[in-house]
């Protein structure tokens, strides 16, 4: 679990400032805390578009005494933690692009030779088949962008 001194770091002056501004628009009362139900709101507010499922599950990791509030600090785990999740999943976006653009054939697969071309120079033609290998969890021969992508996360990427 984050604590609010790594979340108030992960984050500038400025985005702390913003978060504080959005925060006490819907702290009516001024006692410190928001409700739950009104994060949504705050969230759409800043830009960010959690699903129910995924706002329920930051609520859970945050909200750790059930009470159904959130304080600032609390506030400021919950913008860091959904702050990583849009970048994740731009990541991802990038990634599948990558995964379009190597699949010369269109075939929504790659093949050991796309691999070849695409990491020619960067690596030899044993490592590249030790890398589809790894990667090809279905044992099938082709890539598809689910193994692309798990085996590029699994290294980091």
């Known amino acids: ?14 985005q702390v400032d913003d978060f504080q501004s959005a925060f006490n628009i819907f702290d009516s009362d001024g006692g410190g805390e928001i409700s739950t139900r009104e994060l949504l709101k705050v969230f759409k507010m800043l830009g960010f578009t959690p699903t129910k499922d995924e706002l329920d599950e930051i609520i859970e990791v ?66 590249i088949k030790e890398l589809f290998d790894d990667a090809n969890k279905k044992g099938d021969g082709k890539l598809d962008m689910d193994e692309f992508l798990a085996a590029l996360q699994a290294n980091g990427h």
């Open 62 to 127: 945050v909200d750790q005494d059930g009470s159904g509030e959130i304080d600032f600090d609390e506030f400021l785990i919950m913008m860091v933690m959904q702050l990583k999740e849009e970048s994740k999943s731009q990541d991802e976006t990038v990634l599948k692009d990558a995964f379009r653009i190597l699949d010369s054939d269109k075939d929504s697969y790659l093949s050991v030779a796309e691999l070849s071309v695409a990491l020619a120079g960067a690596a030899s033609e044993d490592e």
């Open 1 to 14: 679990m984050m604590t609010a001194e790594e979340a108030r770091g992960a984050l500038t002056p400025q």
